[in-house]
């Protein structure tokens, strides 16, 4: 188990470091900030939607080191993906990050993100790791207001 960590720990590392798809998005259709005032996470992250499908994502913002890799992660993963599937992978994700810790997770559905999933044993990084995946749902339901935390 404590070779999965280490490899848990580099992904996270990895993506804190080196944000994947960072900075503006042009051909975004759809966008959302998030805010996370109880660490000081915010973000913008930006979809380009067409026929259902999400061509690219971006995000922008800054954020402690769970909720960057988060973020980054996220937009890994719903690039390619129906609407249906972001909100489907939305959903696993949020039930993995607030399931007990001694719960069976099913990692394999999970894919990368699953690096994530140690937060569900430290409450207040919950809402680090999540931060993007709120900030997900309310941009494919194109809603105007900021999703907060708290
Ligand atoms: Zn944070």
Redesign the pocket.
């Known amino acids: 188990m404590s070779d999965l960590r280490d490899l848990y720990q580099e992904v996270i590392l990895d993506h804190t470091k080196r944000p994947r798809n960072f900075g503006s998005l042009g051909s975004a259709t759809h966008r959302a900030t998030g805010r996370?005032p109880l660490?000081?996470?915010q973000l913008v992250l930006m979809l380009d939607i067409k026929d259902g499908v999400v061509r690219d994502a971006h995000f922008a913002g800054k954020?402690?080191a769970?909720?960057t890799a988060s973020a980054s992660l996220l937009t890994e993963a719903v690039k390619g993906k129906t609407t249906a599937e972001a909100h489907a992978l939305f959903e696993l994700f949020h039930d993995a990050v607030t399931a007990p810790a001694d719960a069976v997770l099913d990692l394999d559905s999970l894919g990368k993100l699953a690096a994530l999933a140690g937060v569900r044993e430290f409450p207040m990084?919950v809402?680090?790791a999540s931060?993007a995946w709120h900030t997900l749902e309310a941009a494919l339901a194109g809603a105007s207001a900021p999703v907060s935390t708290e």
Do not use: A, E, T, V
Request: aromatic fraction near 0%; glycine fraction near 16%.
């Open positions: 996370n660490c000081g996470d954020g402690c769970i909720s990084r809402k680090c931060l």
